[in-house]
């Protein structure tokens, strides 16, 4: 139905949906009137419900089968829930691809071991005494 906002004269329509919607939130709160915001003030404008009722004829059967339908949504969405654990399996798929690397990360430390400054300390003791007597014989 189309509307003229009382504040700026803009004319705008409401959708079916939202009349629905509206005759549903004046059912759901007992109200007697509905805002409809205008989209160029955003004032809202009061309607009587009388006048929503009567511009949208059939409402109430609308209403029951827009509540259906969201019932219907609900329930797969539910059911897209519940699927959902099943696709978890891919995870130990994921730790196995790791286990190289640990292979990798395991030989790294036995070469800095090598490196390290105490095994260089303790090479020299042996091998100083050879030099020792070496120059004892000259
Ligand atoms: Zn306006």
């Not at 209403?63 to 969201?70: D, F, G, N, R």
């Not at 130990?92 to 190289?100: D, E, G, I, L, N």
Request: glycine fraction near 2%.
């Amino acid at each position: 139905m189309n509307l003229r906002c009382s504040y700026c004269q803009t004319m705008f329509a409401l959708s079916r949906e939202t009349m629905l919607i509206a005759l549903e939130q004046m059912e759901a709160e007992g109200l007697h009137h509905y805002d409809a915001h205008c989209p160029k003030c955003r004032r809202a404008n009061s309607m009587s419900r009388d006048r929503l009722e009567k511009a949208s004829p059939g409402w109430r059967e609308a209403l029951i089968e827009m509540q259906k339908q969201a019932a219907k949504a609900e329930k797969e969405q539910v059911a897209a829930v519940e699927e959902k654990p099943a696709k978890a399996s891919a995870k130990p798929v994921a730790a196995k691809a790791k286990s190289p690397a640990k292979i990798e990360a395991a030989k790294k430390p036995a070469a800095a071991t090598k490196a390290s400054p105490a095994s260089k300390t303790e090479k020299p003791s042996p091998k100083g005494k050879k030099p020792a007597t070496g120059t004892k014989s000259k």
